[in-house]
Nanobody, 115 residues
Framework: QVQVVESGGGLVQSGGSLKLSCEVS????????IGWYRQAPGKEREYLAR???????QYEDAVKGRFTIFRGTTKNVVYLQMNNLKPEEAAVYYC?????????WGRGTQVTVDS
């Protein structure tokens, strides 16, 4: 079983920055990807970014140029640096461990953006 834990959420002013962390543990495969998503109240969960095991990254258009997904010094920790946050980006941010067709979700971390 794989455990995924997000952290780093909080309150930030509009235009501010936050750095979220995703820590994966347990019975992970040697190769896996990490995705970041968010879900605002009353809305569907939306994809933000993905870090492939080979280091490639992909971003959803709305966050491209403002968000950066990267791995820490240890493989099991992945970050999402978020800059120039907007009030409408307040949401619960989720990390997903992706391996093959399956995956594991964390419980999310709340991000609030004060206008």
């Amino acid at each position: 079983q794989v455990q995924v834990v997000e952290s780093g959420g909080g309150l930030v002013q509009s235009g501010g920055s936050l750095k979220l962390s995703c820590e994966v543990s347990g019975r992970t495969l040697s190769a896996y990807d990490i995705g970041w998503y968010r879900q605002a109240p009353g809305k569907e969960r939306e994809y933000l970014a993905r870090l492939w095991d080979n280091g490639l990254t992909q971003y959803e258009d709305a966050v491209k140029g403002r968000f950066t997904i990267f791995r820490g010094t240890t493989k099991n920790v992945v970050y999402l640096q978020m800059n120039n946050l907007k009030p409408e980006e307040a949401a619960v941010y989720y990390c997903k461990y992706v391996s093959g067709p399956g995956g594991s979700w964390g419980r999310g971390t709340q991000v609030t953006v004060d206008s």
